[in-house]
């Protein structure tokens, strides 16, 4: 069953965040997953959105999202991004 990634970006350092992007790809694709969104403009139908960035990951299930979360080849690039972002991180199965 699909698990799905989506995270709330607020950037602060976007130098340093353009580095992250460059990485983040490789890792994702190690563990099955692809970019569903990744930074698009969101348009706010109701309510508030407060963020820089919205991006959606697809795995093949839960359990390989949270491998790549943890993983040893992600944490160069998170330790970059939790250096140039805040970032709020969801997994969501359907």
Known sequence: MPAYVLVEVD???PKEYEAYKK???ATVEAYGGKFIIR???V???EGEW???RLV???FPDKKTAEEWYY???YQNAKAIRQKASTAKFFIIEV
């Open 50 to 52: 407060n963020h820089d």
């Open 23 to 25: 990485l983040t790809p």
């Open 39 to 41: 930074g698009n403009p």
């Open 43 to 45: 348009q706010v139908m």
């Open 71 to 73: 993983s040893k080849e």
């Open 11 to 13: 950037i602060n350092d």
């Open 56 to 58: 959606m990951l697809e």
